[in-house]
């Protein structure tokens, strides 16, 4: 199992920008298919974003494509989120997800590591 560890996360105007990351730690010289998740207050998780674990592919929910972008990289075990662009509704808890040699998937299920969450909150 791998260990994930959010950072980055904060308060921000709309129109601004933040970047998350993600360390990882534990059984790294396994590859994890990364992914990240948020969750705004009183609704459900949702899927933002994805990154194969080979790098070769990524994926972005409708509402963040051309203003998210994901990248990782390996030799630092660690996976990013630049955000740009902010709007309120991007506000919430975002947590980072790991899947060994998964698929990128917009799935939560097919995650089974997770981080403890970074909060954002974009303000008017």
């Known amino acids: 199992q791998v260990q994930l560890v959010e950072s980055g996360g904060g308060w921000v105007q709309a129109g601004g920008s933040l970047r998350l990351s993600c360390a990882a730690s534990g059984r790294t010289t396994i590859r994890y298919t990364m992914a990240w998740f948020r969750q705004a207050p009183g609704k459900e998780r949702e899927f933002v974003s994805a990154?194969?674990?080979?790098?070769?592919?990524?994926y972005y929910a409708d509402s963040v494509k051309g203003r998210f972008s994901i990248s990782r990289d390996n030799a630092e075990n660690t996976v990013h989120l630049q955000m740009n662009s902010l709007k309120v509704e991007d506000t919430g808890v975002y947590y980072c997800?790991?899947?060994?040699?998964?698929?990128?998937?917009?799935?939560?299920?097919?995650?089974?590591?997770w981080g403890q969450g970074t909060q954002v909150t974009v303000s008017s």
């Open positions: 997800a790991g899947a060994a040699y998964g698929a990128a998937s917009s799935r939560q299920e097919d995650y089974k590591s």
């Open positions: 990154i194969h674990w080979s790098g070769s592919s990524t």
